[in-house]
């Protein structure tokens, strides 16, 4: 009996202990997660939540009618916060979220890698201005399985600002701003929409 008992506390066990031990793939920033609902979205960003609520009383205003559209219908808005963070809601979803990262380019890269548990595929962008002053760029990519995201940090001397940029989206958002073609989606929902 004892023996039985021990078996299936190990059978039962041993999944949850690999699952604690893989690296997670989730792109989990500030709470978020992409491919989030609106309703998770709003219930974690309170000064969203306002900007709905503002929104829904006074609905003429540009900015109101794009938001309210997202919030019911699933279109496309952006919405930026306080916390310098930029997101981007389609098709009902977070697709995509942009922020300044306060710590340094090596610290966030290096937590960013044990994230994905994978290292990010790095590009050097040689850059210069118009005086002949040279500096290199860097551009740091890691392409998982739910989710594309790339640091970037821009070295410009003249910049006083030099906080890496972090964007984390998902793979049909990413594809979606790389599409070269005349006849360009405007949306992750319209782009999954079939052609007629």
């Not at 978020?32 to 609902?37: K, S, V």
């Not at 939540?49 to 009383?57: L, M």
């Not at 790095?122 to 640091?151: E, F, M």
């Amino acid at each position: 009996m004892k023996s039985s008992l021990l078996i299936l506390v190990l059978f039962v066990g041993m999944p949850m202990a690999l699952r604690a031990q893989a690296p997670t793939t989730d792109a989990d920033f500030q709470g978020h997660l992409i491919g989030e609902t609106i309703a998770d979205f709003l219930r974690i960003e309170p000064e969203a939540q306002q900007e709905a609520n503002v929104c829904r009383q006074r609905s003429e205003r540009h900015r109101c009618i794009e938001l309210i559209a997202a919030l019911d219908r699933g279109q496309r808005a952006e919405v930026s916060t306080a916390t310098a963070a930029n997101y981007v809601l389609d098709a009902g979803k977070l697709v995509k979220l942009t922020m300044l990262v306060s710590e340094s380019f090596e610290a966030t890269s290096d937590a960013l890698s044990k994230k994905f548990g994978a290292l990010p595929k790095t590009t050097t962008l040689p850059s210069h201005n118009t005086s002949g002053a040279k500096w290199d760029n860097q551009l740091y990519t890691w392409d998982t399985p739910t989710i594309y995201a790339t640091l970037y940090l821009d070295n410009n001397p003249v910049l006083q600002d030099h906080r890496p940029l972090l964007i984390v989206e998902s793979h049909a958002e990413h594809l979606l701003d790389n599409v070269d073609s005349p006849a360009k989606p405007t949306s992750v929902a319209s782009s999954a929409a079939p052609k007629q």
